[in-house]
């Protein structure tokens, strides 16, 4: 992976930058010594490929699917009504019928519904950044995609257990704790898909 630092022109047009909590590691340089044993080529005869050092790379399976889905209703009625009475004998009986009588009416009545779908499928390969003393890993990484329409981004970060890890060196996202996923992407097709600044401004301003 190359990781870029500024924001020059390339081939593929303007180069973003890379969030540096997704960045890789710096590379692992053993000390040369005249040794034929190396620690970090050394690999017992019971061991296996999975991820399990800093720097060692892991393959996360991208299996998300969430929906939610709400509704509210509320209704509310409200009438009163006050009358007063008077002896018709004079000089009350000059009072105009209904002057002292009144009322009032209040209703309200109010529904909204939200539903939410969410899919994302996919591989994506991280690297271990970090080993915690239970031997938990933590694991960041990022995937860009660069078409002749936008790029395409995802980051993925999170603590996987080794125990989660499959024989061919990948896990489920669903088994990532503190999963933070990201899907983005730019270019003309996201731009085409999403309000103007403008329209934005007098959705958030107007009252109604």
């Not at 097709?189 to 600044?197: C, I, Y």
Request: proline share 7%; aromatic share 6%; net charge positive.
């Amino acid at each position: 992976m190359t990781l870029v630092t500024g924001c020059a022109d390339s081939a593929f047009g303007p180069v973003s930058r890379v969030d540096a909590s997704y960045a890789p590691p710096p590379p692992f340089a053993p000390v040369p010594t005249a040794s034929l044993y190396r620690p970090d080529r050394f690999a017992a005869l019971a061991s296996d490929n999975r991820a399990h050092r800093v720097g060692d790379l892991l393959t996360v399976r991208l299996t998300e699917r969430m929906t939610a889905h709400k509704s509210a209703t509320a209704n509310s009625t409200r009438d009163s009504k006050t009358a007063l009475t008077l002896p018709t004998a004079p000089p009350f009986g000059y009072i105009p019928k209904g002057l002292l009588s009144g009322g009032a009416a209040q209703a309200f009545k109010g529904s909204g519904t939200a539903a939410q779908d969410n899919l994302l499928n996919g591989e994506v390969s991280v690297t271990v950044a970090r080993v915690l003393p239970n031997g938990v890993l933590v694991v960041s990484g990022e995937k860009r995609v660069t078409l002749n329409r936008g790029e395409e981004q995802v980051q993925l970060s999170g603590l996987v257990r080794p125990e989660d890890i499959g024989a061919d060196n990948s896990v489920a996202s669903t088994r990532i704790a503190d999963a933070r996923i990201r899907y983005s992407g730019s270019g003309e097709l996201a731009d085409a898909s999403r309000q103007g600044w403008l329209a934005r401004f007098f959705a958030k301003a107007t009252p109604l």
